[in-house]
Structures are given as structure tokens and as C-alpha cells.
Nanobody, 116 residues
């Protein structure tokens, strides 16, 4: 059974940091490109960051470049999103997404709220 379980979300003040984790199971994690998406209130789901299966290539959404870092540990079947200098506009549900050829898997999401 494929599972992607996000954790690490919560309430943080503007300028603060959070680290999201996504633990994968039920598939060969090291084959998959992993991504973080987010969907804010009244907004469409958008790509936050993506990392290749080996971790050698990453891309970021324009709004998070220089503040967020995606990484992965294939030995632990886990992908991370380090989020620094958080802003109110970063408030969203953050989703983990796994993709390999025609195979696609989504996590259930974790809420991140940036507010004073």
C-alpha cells in the first residue's frame, strides 16, 4: 500500500522557520522524483519545490527561491522541505507528491500557518 505521510506543519510567526518531512512507503522511493506542492486559501495548488530521484537536481517556485530548500534521504525514504523566513503568503496546506513515469502519488497534506 502506497503511503506518503507529511509532518512538521504548524503555526509559526513571520520570519520563522519550519521543516516539513514526508515519509514514503509502499513503492521504490529512490526511483521517484519528489515534489512539494501547496494550496493556500482561495488559491490554486502550486509547485513549491522538486528534487530528482538521486537528489542531484532541484527546482523551486519563484516565490520560495532563496528561502526554501528541498532535500531527500533515500536510505530513509524521506523527503524534506526546510522553510526559512516564512511569510504570511506561505500559509497553505503543503502536499508531498511522488512521480515516476505514469505513477503518481499524493500525501494527505500538512497545514502551515504563518501568523503573528
Amino acid at each position: 500500500q502506497v503511503q506518503l505521510v507529511e509532518s512538521g506543519g504548524g503555526l509559526v510567526q513571520p520570519g520563522g522557520s519550519l521543516r516539513l518531512s514526508c515519509a514514503a512507503s509502499g513503492f521504490t522511493f529512490s526511483q521517484y522524483t519528489m515534489s512539494w506542492y501547496r494550496q493556500g486559501p482561495g488559491k490554486e495548488r502550486e509547485l513549491v519545490a522538486r528534487i530528482s530521484n538521486t537528489g542531484g537536481n532541484t527546482i523551486y517556485g519563484d516565490s520560495v527561491k532563496g528561502r526554501f530548500t528541498i532535500s531527500r534521504e533515500n536510505a530513509k525514504n524521506t523527503v524534506y522541505l526546510q522553510m526559512n523566513v516564512l511569510k504570511a503568503d506561505d500559509t497553505a496546506v503543503y502536499y508531498c507528491y511522488a512521480h515516476w513515469v505514469e505513477n503518481h502519488h499524493w500525501g494527505q497534506g500538512t497545514q502551515v500557518t504563518v501568523s503573528s
